[in-house]
């Protein structure tokens, strides 16, 4: 059931896709956070240059608009982006795809014209689909067939996922979404079964590419030490495993750093150190993060506009021993990623539907998501009560993400007031 | 049987690429095709225009003898320096202007002998920018036959 759950979220994906841009729902996918982390590409493949200066002075008459956040770096004059390479180097085989096909079509060879917009849009479709597809095999290691099917259409329709997945597929939540799940499962595998190179060359593969997605996103990589730990035993026998399989780790760490190894070049070479703060002027307030917005704030709070995911965090208590092995993953991550989030100077992410950052965490949320429908499905009542909720929840999702879509929503800013006035109406 | 089966899925998976290969190499949707173009706009005058920004490309019909650029861009302050603008096409420059003031500017081009496309690609390309990602307003494109 799930399989083919899966490839009717798959077709879907594609359709919302089409009818975002076939009518005019979006402006071509290559924009705002997208824009400068798409950059690279035309840079390094069009130009043959790793400072942006070639692609500043062909879109831009020279100078990066202030909108992008590139900075020129005091001390070198040299053009920094925000947005690390992560996203760019999973988009490179449909960039290139598009740049042949831009020069078979006659089309403007500059790394933003038709095909270049919807290649970098349809990387994003891509890699929501393959994020399913990995987060499917997960699921199916802890949960039935069944539970693993209702998880993913409550999570693909019910939360903002359908829309980073269409919509604005050109963000790099996407492919945090995907690498996420990938990692979730290399962790899960590693700890459960025999040792084996490949798969420790892959971990230290999603390792470095969730690292070069977002760089904040290093806290997610706490999943792999706190797989499993409960207890002071649990701890001594990972101590032990980590100490008899230290190979395995050190080829893992090996192949993450050289996935960054590119990064730190990059920054060396625009500002002479490997290590900086890109962000510029932007910053995080630590001292005071807007914890309760970013959680059930009208604006963007993450429960206000995916009550579902309450469900999620819900089944984390409610059927602990199905998610043992991520339970203090779950604890450790979401509480570190929420402060995070909560403390960033834009605390709402920007124009956006629900709130963006919570999408590179999902997989997580849909484990315990999974262990609340298990719980659900024990008790006929529970049951029952469980479909119209989620139901409930699934039908808001989509008909707010349609009201956005549609400008009913404002992109950001939304007050209590606007709410009320446009809730459940599309005119 | 599998095997041959899956010989007849890698002939007709072949065959379509070959086929939507031959319909995009001069798709005749290419020329509504345009990019890096803020939204018209219209004058006081009632002329609409649009916003360049560093780069953009349009796309004429391969039957022109020539076309008819109208070009301007803002001087908001006494020191804003001109802007040049370069055109090429299909990827050969073809002209250069440079806008000294908020007049407008017609330019005639002559398009060059065309090749078997059924479009032609016209880019232009200014050497600065305005506040806002916006280097020249183009008008509505004349095309002489």
């Given at each position: 059931?799930?399989?083919?759950?899966?490839?009717?979220?798959?077709?879907?994906?594609?359709?919302?896709?089409?009818?975002?841009?076939?009518?005019?729902?979006?402006?071509?996918?290559?924009?705002?956070?997208?824009?400068?982390?798409?950059?690279?590409?035309?840079?390094?493949?069009?130009?043959?240059?790793?400072?942006?200066?070639?692609?500043?002075?062909?879109?831009?008459?020279?100078?990066?608009?202030?909108?992008?956040?590139?900075?020129?770096?005091?001390?070198?004059?040299?053009?920094?982006?925000?947005?690390?390479?992560?996203?760019?180097?999973?988009?490179?085989?449909?960039?290139?795809?598009?740049?042949?096909?831009?020069?078979?079509?006659?089309?403007?060879?500059?790394?933003?014209?038709?095909?270049?917009?919807?290649?970098?849009?349809?990387?994003?479709?891509?890699?929501?689909?393959?994020?399913?597809?990995?987060?499917?095999?997960?699921?199916?290691?802890?949960?039935?067939?069944?539970?693993?099917?209702?998880?993913?259409?409550?999570?693909?329709?019910?939360?903002?996922?359908?829309?980073?997945?269409?919509?604005?597929?050109?963000?790099?939540?996407?492919?945090?979404?995907?690498?996420?799940?990938?990692?979730?499962?290399?962790?899960?595998?590693?700890?459960?079964?025999?040792?084996?190179?490949?798969?420790?060359?892959?971990?230290?593969?999603?390792?470095?590419?969730?690292?070069?997605?977002?760089?904040?996103?290093?806290?997610?990589?706490?999943?792999?030490?706190?797989y499993g730990l409960a207890s002071r035993a649990d701890a001594i026998v990972m101590g032990r495993r980590l100490a008899t399989r230290w190979r395995e780790l050190a080829l893992a760490a090996a192949v993450a750093f050289a996935v960054c190894l590119p990064q730190l070049a990059i920054y060396r070479q625009a500002t002479g150190r490997a290590i900086i703060s890109a962000y510029g002027e932007q910053h995080f307030n630590f001292s005071s993060p807007e914890l309760i917005q970013v959680l059930v704030g009208v604006q963007k709070g993450l429960f206000f506009w995916s009550p579902l995911l309450l469900a999620a965090v819900a089944g984390f208590f409610l059927k602990p021993r199905s998610v043992r092995p991520f339970l203090l993953t779950a604890v450790v991550v979401l509480i570190a990623d929420t402060y995070l989030i909560a403390s960033w100077w834009d605390w709402q992410f920007g124009a956006s539907y629900g709130h963006r950052a919570f999408v590179d965490t999902l997989p997580l949320l849909a484990l315990g998501l999974a262990a609340f429908f298990e719980w659900s499905a024990a008790r006929a009542l529970r049951k029952g009560a469980a479909i119209v909720l989620a139901s409930a929840a699934v039908f808001l999702a989509v008909f707010q993400m349609l009201q956005y879509w549609h400008g009913i929503l404002p992109m950001s800013d939304m007050t209590w007031e606007q709410y009320r006035h446009v809730f459940l109406r599309f005119r | 049987m599998r095997m041959r089966r899956t010989m007849l899925i890698a002939a007709a998976v072949l065959l379509g690429l070959a086929a939507l290969l031959a319909y995009l190499r001069d798709p005749p949707w290419l020329e509504r095709v345009e990019s890096g173009f803020h939204r018209w706009q219209t004058t006081p005058e009632g002329g609409r225009y649009r916003w360049t920004t560093g780069h953009a490309s349009f796309f004429v019909p391969a039957t022109a003898a020539a076309i008819v650029i109208p070009a301007r861009t803002t001087f908001d302050d006494v020191n804003d320096p001109s802007v040049l603008v370069s055109v090429e096409i299909d990827g050969r420059p073809a002209d250069e202007f440079v806008l000294k003031d908020d007049d407008w500017v017609e330019r005639r081009i002559r398009m060059p002998l065309p090749g078997p496309r059924r479009v032609r690609r016209i880019d232009l390309r200014v050497d600065r920018l305005r506040e806002g990602n916006r280097g020249a307003q183009i008008g509505e494109i004349v095309v002489v036959r």
């Open positions: 059931m799930s399989k083919r759950l899966l490839l009717a979220s798959a077709i879907l994906c594609l359709a919302g896709y089409v009818y975002v841009y076939a009518t005019g729902r979006a402006y071509p996918p290559i924009r705002s956070d997208g824009y400068s982390y798409y950059l690279y590409l035309p840079s390094w493949f069009i130009y043959g240059d790793t400072t942006l200066t070639a692609v500043a002075r062909d879109c831009c008459g020279g100078v990066f608009p202030t909108h992008t956040s590139i900075i020129r770096w005091p001390d070198t004059k040299r053009w920094v982006n925000p947005h690390p390479i992560g996203v760019a180097f999973m988009q490179t085989p449909f960039f290139l795809v598009g740049h042949a096909l831009s020069g078979w079509s006659n089309l403007s060879p500059d790394g933003f014209s038709l095909y270049y917009q919807h290649a970098a849009g349809l990387a994003g479709v891509f890699w929501a689909i393959a994020g399913l597809f990995v987060l499917r095999r997960l699921l199916l290691r802890h949960f039935s067939d069944g539970i693993t099917a209702a998880t993913l259409l409550a999570l693909v329709f019910g939360t903002s996922l359908y829309h980073y997945a269409t919509y604005d597929s050109g963000y790099s939540h996407i492919y945090a979404f995907f690498l996420f799940a990938a990692f979730l499962l290399l962790t899960d595998a590693w700890h459960t079964e025999p040792p084996s190179s490949r798969r420790a060359i892959l971990l230290g593969l999603v390792a470095g590419l969730t690292i070069l997605t977002r760089h904040t996103n290093v806290l997610l990589l706490l999943a792999f030490p706190a | -």
